[in-house]
């Protein structure tokens, strides 16, 4: 069965210093993997998806992830952080044999930025 | 192009009484995917529909169960309500087919309390 783990329920970084989440997924065959941050009260926001070779993927406001396959990671990076970048991250996998919709989410990391 | 939109956002019930909570897909969406989201548990896999089909089951009891309707809608219906039933339901669209399919969008969810 597909799972995710993301190492460190809280993270908390000086406001421009380098952001790193770390996802790693278990999966039989490359998954499809997303990173989703959520704001208090909100719902999910799509943050980067990794559908496809390309194995760096370029996400909104400055985030990237890079998919490993030989190490079963997708780490989440910014270079900078920001005080608007304090929020909850998820990883989440979805199989590419499935033919729809079920995303299977990590724990989430809680990000605080520090002026 | 409109959002996924989640009504209510808010409900309070309480224990054994019944609860339906509606999503509308983005346009041109035709999958419909549920997730309850508690402290606890975190974000799980409800159910998903595709063109009005169940198309994928999570691991929840009969009294969760769901339907669509043949302009996407999708509403979800909780029976005999229980205290741990409270949690932030949130639904995502996605095209549900091709290449896309797998990727979704989500709402900002319908906070249910069960007192």
């Known amino acids: 069965a597909q799972s995710v783990t993301q190492l460190g329920s809280h993270v908390s970084v000086s406001e421009g210093a380098l952001v790193l989440l770390r996802c790693n997924y278990s999966s039989s065959v490359p998954p499809y993997l997303f990173w989703y941050v959520q704001y208090p009260n909100q719902g999910l926001q799509l943050l980067l998806k990794?559908?496809?070779?390309?194995?760096l993927v370029k996400g909104i406001n400055g985030f990237e992830a890079e998919f490993k396959k030989s190490e079963t990671s997708f780490h989440l990076t910014k270079p900078s952080a920001h005080m608007s970048d304090a929020a909850e991250y998820f990883c989440?996998?979805?199989?590419?044999?499935?033919?729809?919709?079920?995303?299977?989410f990590g724990q989430g990391t809680e990000l605080s930025v520090k002026p | 192009k409109a959002g996924v939109t989640q009504t209510p956002r808010y409900l309070i019930k309480t224990r054994g009484q019944q609860v339906t909570l509606s999503c509308s897909p983005i346009?041109?969406?035709?999958?419909v995917s549920w997730y309850q989201q508690t402290p606890g548990q975190g974000l799980q896999f409800l159910f998903e529909?595709?063109?009005?089909?169940?198309?994928n089951k999570g691991n929840f009891p009969g009294r969760f169960s769901g339907r669509q309707f043949s302009n996407s809608r999708s509403e979800m219906n909780v029976s005999t309500l229980e205290l741990g039933d409270s949690a932030l339901y949130l639904c995502?669209?996605?095209?549900?087919?091709?290449?896309?399919?797998?990727?979704?969008?989500f709402g900002a969810g319908t906070r249910l309390s069960v007192l």
């Open positions: 346009s041109g969406h035709r999958s």
């Open positions: 529909y595709f063109s009005e089909t169940q198309r």
């Open positions: 990794y559908t496809s070779a390309a194995t």
């Open positions: 995502a669209s996605s095209l549900g087919e091709g290449k896309a399919k797998n990727i979704q969008y």
């Open positions: 989440a996998v979805s199989d590419r044999g499935n033919q729809g919709g079920k995303l299977i």
